[in-house]
């Protein structure tokens, strides 16, 4: 089992990726600081890319990483509590609520001269507005600083109306770097079962080469979906609405393709219910949906009919 667990903390194909992250870092003092998006789908390795990353360099350079959690009662820059836990300089800012200081005192750590600094921000899809705002105000001043400022967030749920669009848009472009992360190859997905009785072609079929839904299947030791992913996508499903928890039920027990005359016929979806339950449409979702009876024709549905 020990050596299962190692297995697992390996990130398979991401050298390119972290190869990229490493030349950035490199050429901050020559080149000026960049903004990293880093986007993907649920489970993709967006997190493990960027500690992996940190790892990797904490010896050359100041880490600065936080996260955004989709809380019932968003905190206000949440991320930057979880950065005062190394700067304590922050910590006062965040209790008096200054944000003007707090973004410069960020600026300036990031325009550090003897060390690079790579400030980290995850899961931005979940961010509150303040911590966009700060987001914006250090991205379009980064290439005067000796720093990396990466910004992970999902595939889906950042849509052209998504707060965090409109404020990639307003970055410099020369500025910004683009990292998409790809699902795992069969390749990699076999090495990671190799020392495993699970049968290949059952785990590619089952997640994809989803790296997450991988891992937790070969932890789980079977070729079925393991209850940590259940609870997953339970959790997503407790927060769509009434009407949109209804298109999906249907979904997952129809034996075929539904048209949307029986979605109207049998639950009288409106547009915007159907329009919820797509924005909902994670890849976990996707993973999960897609090996139901009907799911697959259902998604593609939603995404071009809702």
Excluded at 200 to 227: H, I, K
Excluded at 256 to 268: K, M, Q
Aim: glycine share 8%; aromatic share 4%; charged share 25%.
């Amino acid at each position: 089992m020990c050596g299962l667990g190692r297995l697992l903390r390996v990130l398979l194909e991401r050298d390119q990726e972290l190869k990229l992250l490493a030349d950035l870092l490199a050429g901050v003092g020559s080149s000026g600081g960049k903004v990293v998006l880093v986007r993907g789908e649920a489970g993709i390795g967006k997190s493990s890319l960027v500690e992996t990353f940190a790892r990797a360099h904490e010896d050359g350079a100041h880490m600065l990483l936080g996260s955004c959690d989709d809380l019932l009662t968003p905190q206000p820059l949440g991320p930057f509590w979880d950065i005062a836990r190394r700067e304590a300089s922050l910590f006062q800012l965040l209790e008096t609520g200054d944000l003007r200081a707090m973004m410069e005192t960020l600026l300036g750590l990031l325009s550090r001269k003897l060390r690079p600094t790579v400030l980290a921000i995850d899961d931005t899809q979940w961010a509150d507005e303040a911590t966009l705002d700060v987001i914006m105000f250090l991205g379009r001043r980064i290439a005067r600083t000796n720093g990396v400022l990466i910004i992970t967030y999902r595939d889906g749920p950042v849509d052209i109306d998504h707060p965090l669009r409109q404020v990639i848009g307003e970055l410099p472009p020369n500025s910004v770097v683009r990292v998409h992360l790809d699902r795992l190859s069969a390749e990699a997905v076999s090495t990671m079962v190799q020392d495993t009785d699970l049968d290949l072609d059952a785990v590619l079929s089952l997640t994809s080469g989803n790296p997450l839904f991988v891992a937790e299947v070969v932890a789980a030791g079977v070729d079925t979906v393991p209850l940590s992913v259940q609870d997953s996508v339970l959790a997503r499903a407790s927060k769509i609405t009434h009407g949109a928890r209804r298109v999906l039920e249907l979904v997952s027990v129809s034996p075929g393709d539904l048209e949307r005359s029986l979605i109207d016929e049998v639950l009288d979806a409106t547009q915007e219910e159907l329009a919820k339950f797509k924005d909902k449409m994670s890849p976990v979702y996707d993973w999960w949906l897609t090996k139901v009876p009907g799911g697959k024709k259902y998604i593609e549905f939603a995404e071009t009919h809702h």
